[in-house]
Structure formats: C-alpha cells, structure tokens
C-alpha cells in the first residue's frame, strides 16, 4: 500500500494583468472534471490509453518438474502521454484522431482516474529450436494473469489494484499525466512455462532461448462506469507487438524434458582391504572395489586420483610403509586403467566405476599392519 501526502504551502497573492487569447476551433474551458462521473462529453466515452513503453527486468526461471518451469519478472510501465479513445457505446473504441470528435477538447482537467495496465503474450509456440530438434512451449497462468478475450495475459494491474491518478491534463488528442503516481512503478508478474513434445532432440544439456512475443496497454479511465481498461473492448485484444527473451537450461532425457539440475550421490569413502600378505606374495597383490555414482540424469563425469606420486598415467603412487607401495588406478570398463579419467557417460541411474590397488616391493619389507590414503576427486556437469 502506498500513501501519498501532498502539502498545501500558503503564498502570498500577487496582482497581475493577463489577456487570454482562445484559438480558433477550440471548445470551451471547463472546470476539473472527476473520473467519479464517467469521462463523457455530447454523448461520447473517452478514456486515454497507449500500446507501448514497458521495461522488463529481473526475470528468474525456476525448474517446478514434469518440463514446467516458473518464471517471475518486474514490469514498469512508461506513463509518458496517451491517446484518446472515444466510444458511442463502451464498445467501438477508436482513437478521437480517426473519429475528428472535437467534444474531448471540452474537458481541460480530469481528477482521480485510474490507471490499469495490462501485459499479454502468446500461449503457444509449436517450433522451439533446441540443438538439432523442435519442442512445445505453452503459457500457464499464474497469479497475476491468465486467459482474458482474445488474450492471455501474464499481468492484469485487478490482481494489484489499480493506482489512482490525481490528475490528467488533456490536449486534442493526447492526455499527458499530471500527478505521477503511476510512474516508475515496479509489477511483479510470474507465470508457467511448460515446455513438452520434444521432437528429433538428442539426449543432454541445453541452454534455450525462449522467445516470446508481447504486447502491453497502459490506461487511465474511470473505474466502475462500464468503461474496461484495455486497448479495445471487443475480444479485449492486445497487439503482440514486442518481445521478450527467456533463457531456460533444458535437459533431455528419452525424449523427455528432465531436471536440469544434476545431481548425483556417490560414497565418500572407499576401503580397499588386502588382507594378510606374505612378504612373498606382496608383488603385484590386488584388491578392488567400486564407487557407484547415482544420478537424476544422464550427463558426463571424470575422475582424478591424487596420492604420493602422481606422475604416471596408469596409476597414483601411495606409501604405504618402508619397503611397499601401492598403485592406485580406476576404470569404467575393467580393462583399461588410468590415474585420471577426463571423460566417462554417467547414465540417469547408477554408474559403477571400478577401482583397484596394485602392490610393489622397494625394499626390505617390515612385518606389521601397512596403510595409506590417496583422493579420488569425481566431477559431473
């Protein structure tokens, strides 16, 4: 809720001359009309309203499952100047421009009207490009709009309350805002994407730009006197005449659209247990195990082992005591082993990746319970 304080500062009276001179084919000068009235004069309705000037800013997108996605925005709307629209009936809105209705050239001031905006966008979009492949984009309401006549629209200022408008200075054909209470204010709209019917779109991860086309009408009109505060009355259309642009991560999966936030559990440790050796069946001693990395969604991981020494390709070097090390290695297929791994398929479930340790002799080996440590760092994305 916002509240206004205007201030009324005294001043001293001062007297003057003036000469007016009233142009040729303009109407009488009236009193400050009240939108609490209607906005009429010789029988006809007006209302000034404009198709343009909305500032977009601030839009977040939020994965909500199922291929669904909620997107929140701040809207400003430019109150610069605004046509006016006249009508017989509250129905066959044009501009007074087109009509030549010299009866809105009558009322010089208008108080306490209302101000209304409107923002609508296409529902539908059949054709989203995404990598090699098309897919469904369809609108859904959320709490500040939803389908109106011909529209859908993503805010309707009813949902906030419409902002009063202390005074509107009229010319011929344009009303121009006297009071400022409409300008520079922050909407909030947020609405639902759903993006469904993937077609030809292989699975993985993809940065989409979601195009959609808008349109907004801003107008000050009298509230609750038959009057609406859309562009038009019949179908209450609004022209899509700009656009906005939506970045949304999308990812794949069977066809589907899946989280496109991976995340993937996996242990924290591993224990690799060799047991009771002899010193003579210390060379080449083996002991293994595996990590099982479980993921929401298919994607790619590597791994990294680091331990004493980490110069060899084929494995991380660990001391365990005076006279044994041990090589440290993984696999994703348990043939072919490496220190590091940069690039492995990570699937939309379990991936097992094998590890193994490998013993050596380099000295006099001493009898006793032999341990090491070495990291095993897993990344996805």
Aim: charged letters at 10%.
């Amino acid at each position: 809720m916002q509240t206004r304080v205007q201030k009324r500062i005294r001043g001293i009276g001062l007297g003057m001359a003036l000469m007016l001179s009233i142009p040729c084919g303009m109407h009488r000068a009236q009193a400050a009309e009240s939108c609490i009235n209607g906005m009429k004069a010789d029988g006809l309705y007006y209302k000034a309203t404009s198709l343009g000037g909305i500032t977009i800013s601030n839009v977040t997108t939020q994965w909500l499952e199922g291929g669904r996605y909620y997107v929140s925005m701040n809207i400003v709307a430019d109150q610069g100047r605004k046509e006016w629209y006249s009508s017989s009936n509250l129905s066959d809105w044009a501009p007074v421009a087109q009509r030549t209705d010299a009866a809105a050239q009558q009322v010089m001031n208008i108080e306490n009207c209302s101000s209304g905006l409107v923002v609508a966008a296409q529902q539908v979009n059949n054709n989203l490009p995404i990598g090699s492949g098309t897919a469904t984009v369809t609108l859904s309401p959320g709490t500040t709009g939803g389908a109106k006549g011909s529209s859908y629209v993503i805010y309707d200022e009813r949902v906030d309350g419409f902002i009063n408008m202390s005074s509107i200075f009229v010319s011929p054909t344009v009303a121009i805002g006297g009071s400022k209470e409409d300008d520079g204010v922050i909407r909030q709209a947020n609405f639902l994407v759903t993006v469904s019917n993937l077609r030809g779109v292989a699975d993985g991860n993809y940065t989409t730009n979601v195009t959609i086309p808008i349109g907004a009408t801003t107008t000050w009109w009298p509230t609750d006197n038959g009057y609406n505060y859309w562009w038009t009355t019949a179908g209450r259309s609004v022209p899509l005449t700009s656009s906005i642009t939506i970045p949304v991560q999308i990812r794949s999966s069977g066809g589907q659209p899946v989280n496109p936030t991976i995340n993937c559990v996996m242990p924290t440790s591993v224990m690799l247990n060799h047991r009771v050796l002899r010193p003579s069946t210390v060379d080449g001693a083996l002991a293994s195990s595996s990590i099982a990395i479980r993921c929401n969604s298919a994607s790619t991981g590597s791994i990294e082992i680091t331990g004493d020494n980490n110069t060899s390709a084929s494995g991380a070097s660990v001391q365990l005591a005076q006279g044994v090390v041990s090589n440290l290695s993984a696999s994703v297929n348990g043939t072919n082993w490496y220190r590091s791994i940069p690039s492995f398929p990570l699937i939309n479930g379990t991936t097992t990746i094998q590890i193994r340790s490998v013993l050596a002799s380099t000295g006099t080996i001493q009898a006793g319970v032999l341990s090491g440590s070495a990291v095993a760092v897993i990344r996805y994305n």
